[in-house]
């Protein structure tokens, strides 16, 4: 099959969205980081793939990915998609397939890429969903049934289409796109896009591929909790370590597809319901509950918690919790009867506070996402849809009802 000479994958955001979690790249899944298992699915696909970072990540995203791409950093003088895309005028030359990292696709949408380079010479191919619901994304306007342009997050009931171009665009020539990128002048943040409409003006030979498969992102914390069902429907069998280097207590109960990494310890009358993840060496105490949820390394799951559909990364620590619907970050520990409001009784969606901007979350159900080392005490109560930055301490009995900065 034949190759795309390059890959572009764009990962120098600032993941300012994603507070109080910290760098999305290495939000690990089934034990790995996820930017290194984006790049090993399109390895297959191309000849060269390079990632662009910025100044803050580009050390970090090197020791991820070793030696199978080259890493640009991107000019800290030009930000957004576009800073990131001109970052790499001197770098690439023929054709080139642009990819955002936080995106998750089934990759092998890139196979119908290269039947369409092949039979129809394109000069330009991107990606495309059919939505039923208002996402904000670029639209495609249609003339005729042809592609003329796109608009960037038109409002709710000014959508030219129900379709959206998705971040993976093919171009014949990088070298043209970057000619148009440059002079193309805006003072919103869709210089990116706009550089992809001054493109089309001259008329290219277009093509697109409707995508039906999943389609995950992480721009905001609580996407964490859809990726992490993505990857935990993808177990169908349980892949437990070495009986030797796991405890289960002979009354403890396992139902569904589980991952096990040794040193795992549960303890009796302890229930896993699957699809879960438990990382090595966690302790699911006696009496716990844990229902299709993702756990990491040298966590305790104390005696008669409940933890649901949520997740929670390394050293975490809980005793006798609920804890529902949310996403704890690395060190969070949370005191006895300290528990996450996930439902609103008025049973609308859950809103979020972004940047001061409040977000719809799409979710009926979302507890709390909780930054590094923070410690939450006995009995404190957690609104849905709070976010609390890293470091925190949040006192006994505390009832948290808006957001919580980071603690130096």
Partial sequence: MKKIKNIIVLA??????????ENKFLTQFLGRPFL?????????????IFI??????NRMIKELV?????VIVQDPKVDGMAGAVLSCKDKIKGEAVILNASDLFEFSFLTDFIKKIEETKADYIFLAKKTAHYFPGAYV????????????KPPVDQTPSDILKLVADYFS????????????????????EQ???????????????????PWYMLKYPWHVLSMMKHFLDGIKVNKLADSKDLTIAETAIIQGPVIMERGVKVGHFAKITGPCYIGEKTTIADYALVRESHIGKNCLIGSSCEVARSYLADNVSLHRNYVGDSVL??????????????FRFDENEVQSIVKEKKVNTNMKKLGVMVGKNTKIGINATLYPGTKIGSNCLIFPGEVVRKDVPDKQ
């Fill in 173 to 192: 020539s990088f070298q043209t796109f970057i000619s148009h990128l440059e002079k193309t002048k805006t003072i919103n943040d869709d210089h990116y």
């Fill in 66 to 70: 070793k030696n199978k791409v080259e």
């Fill in 52 to 57: 662009v970072g910025s100044k803050a990540n």
């Fill in 195 to 213: 550089g992809i409409n001054t493109l089309l003006l001259n008329k290219p030979v277009i093509e697109y591929v409707l995508y039906k498969g």
């Fill in 12 to 21: 120098g955001g600032d993941s300012g969205r994603f507070w109080p979690l």
């Fill in 36 to 48: 290194p298992q984006m790049i090993d699915s399109l390895i297959p696909y191309s000849e060269h």
């Fill in 141 to 152: 306007i249609f003339s005729n049934n042809k592609v003329q342009r796109f608009v960037e």
């Fill in 329 to 342: 970050e690395d060190g969070v520990l949370f005191g006895s009867g300290a528990v996450t409001a996930n």
